[in-house]
């Protein structure tokens, strides 16, 4: 290329399911080319089901309109934000301003790097979870941020060790990042949890930001970090519909903070982009309108498989917790796990190499957990956005392995 690239693109690497879907493509030509059928993915968390049916018919309708194909506002139609105000005021007894503590977002994940660079200058200190989303540390060492993990281990419940982090040298620290209902081990949220959280930010002067898009799935009471009394003077929260309604595609999430927070976000996003597509702005108050049963219909099939990706691990012989939320089964594989027979010379985390070995071997993909910390080395995780009968099959090749 004529130039040099950016100093900071040094610290992060391609993510790592852009590099495996690559991989997996490879793969599945010569799979083609030998008469095999394609490799099952069970790797990324992106529903299969469909959207409400109102927000495809808003989606249609709306889109017909000559009015709705401009630029929109920056802040979003005021019938979104509304409609983001009346389901947290429902769902989670939430109450915020629609006007000054609500900002509609590109999906989520856009949250996190415009927080980053609204937040945190060179050289400032970022809490961020190990194991976690990796796109927590990538932001944050874009704006070359110094990244200071704090553990979640299994023994405490996936959840911080808060003797821990109150022995931690904090000087510095800005910014940390949470994520409850947890991916990837499905740790649930607690009201517990939360109130700690609030007390630790606002006794040190730290910004907890709170990602909270799985809150709905396998759960039957979701819970906001914005729901403990003086938690806006320290939180953000920030949460999507792209798990709970099936609109992983549709890119439609939201920050919720105080208004100071909010102004500050929307000076870096205002530079970014134009304004949300109106009609996917208007399919999304339909959305956001969706009662219990459609919550209650989402958890029944999610629950069906979350029993089929435990027989899975069965096979395998990876350890998971039969309580745990959101739309991933973590598992823990041991030596004694039947895959990880001759494999004892390969120096990669065990995750990764039983990952490979099912990968290769029966032509399914698990992720493996290395890639969300080193907390993640023996860990393996399946994705419950597959259909029941593609899990059985799934588990019949690794059976199949394994025998």
């Not at 704006?143 to 419940?157: K, R, T």
């Not at 102004?263 to 205002?270: G, R």
């Amino acid at each position: 290329m004529i130039i040099r690239p950016a100093v900071r693109t040094e610290s992060i690497n391609e993510y790592y399911f852009s590099a495996k879907l690559k991989e997996i493509d490879r793969l599945n030509a010569a799979r083609a080319a030998d008469g095999k059928d394609r490799i099952i993915n069970l790797g990324i968390g992106a529903p299969d089901g469909m959207p409400p049916a109102p927000a495809i018919e808003a989606l249609v309708s709306s889109a017909r309109e000559p009015g709705n194909h401009a630029y929109q506002s920056y802040i979003g139609i005021p019938e979104l934000r509304q409609a983001f105000a009346g389901w947290y005021r429902r769902y989670y007894g939430v109450e915020l301003d629609p006007a000054s503590e609500i900002q509609p977002l590109v999906g989520s994940k856009e949250g996190i790097l415009l927080l980053s660079l609204a937040f945190l200058n060179p050289g400032d200190k970022v809490l961020v979870p190990d194991p976690g989303y990796p796109t927590y540390s990538s932001a944050s060492a874009l704006v070359q941020a110094d990244l200071v993990e704090y553990d979640l281990i299994e023994e405490n419940g996936w959840q911080p060790d808060f003797e821990a982090l109150e022995n931690m040298d904090l000087s510095g620290v800005k910014m940390m990042w949470t994520n409850y209902p947890n991916m990837p081990t499905g740790a649930p949220a607690t009201e517990d949890l939360y109130r700690r959280l609030v007390d630790f930010g606002r006794r040190h002067g730290i910004m907890i930001c709170n990602d909270n898009p799985y809150s709905f799935i396998l759960n039957d009471r979701p819970l906001s970090i914005l729901g403990v009394p003086g938690a806006k003077e320290c939180c953000v929260e920030l949460n999507s519909l792209s798990k709970a309604h099936n609109m992983s595609g549709w890119r439609i999430g939201m920050a919720a903070a105080a208004p100071d927070v909010i102004s500050q976000l929307l000076k870096v996003k205002s530079q970014m982009d134009s304004g949300m597509f109106r009609p996917l702005q208007l399919a999304a108050v339909q959305a956001l309108e969706q009662g219990p049963e459609w919550f209650r219909t989402l958890n029944e099939e999610y629950g069906r498989r979350k029993v089929l990706a435990g027989k899975i691990f069965d096979i395998i012989g990876a350890k998971y917790s039969h309580d745990s939320t959101g739309m991933f089964l973590w598992g823990k594989v041991d030596k004694d796990s039947p895959l990880a027979d001759n494999l004892t010379d390969d120096l990669r985390p065990l995750g990764e190499k039983v990952s490979d070995r099912i990968l290769y071997d029966a032509g399914v993909f698990i992720t493996p957990g290395f890639i969300f910390g080193r907390n993640g080395r023996d860990y393996i995780r399946i994705s419950l956005c597959a259909k029941p009968e593609v899990l059985e099959n799934a588990a019949d090749r690794i059976r199949r392995t394994v025998l």
